[in-house]
């Protein structure tokens, strides 16, 4: 119920906005959707391309790959 209620708080919010600010809002949430995990994989596989040391450009897979899972966890998507 609580993320029920989180979904509806952050819904009710999106619609108070003008229409610019929320496509920029939408726009903006879109483009990240769509280009964190291919970069994260891009990443992933530039190291293993390098031989798959877990160097530094696997350090920085692991790092967006969480930036894609709190991604997931956001509401915004189901709103916008």
């Known amino acids: 119920m609580a993320n ?4 509806a708080e952050l819904r009710s919010a999106m ?9 920029d809002i939408r ?10 995990k291919p970069l994260a994989d891009a990443l992933e ?3 293993a391309d390098q031989g798959g040391l ?4 696997l350090d920085e897979h692991f790092l967006f790959l969480q930036m894609y899972d709190l991604l997931r966890k956001s509401k915004l998507g189901g709103v916008v």
């Open 4 to 7: 029920e209620n989180k979904t």
């Open 15 to 23: 619609q108070q906005l003008d229409p610019a600010t929320y496509q």
């Open 27 to 36: 726009e903006s949430y879109y483009r990240i959707a769509d280009n964190l």
């Open 45 to 47: 596989k530039a190291d």
């Open 54 to 57: 877990a160097g530094p450009l």
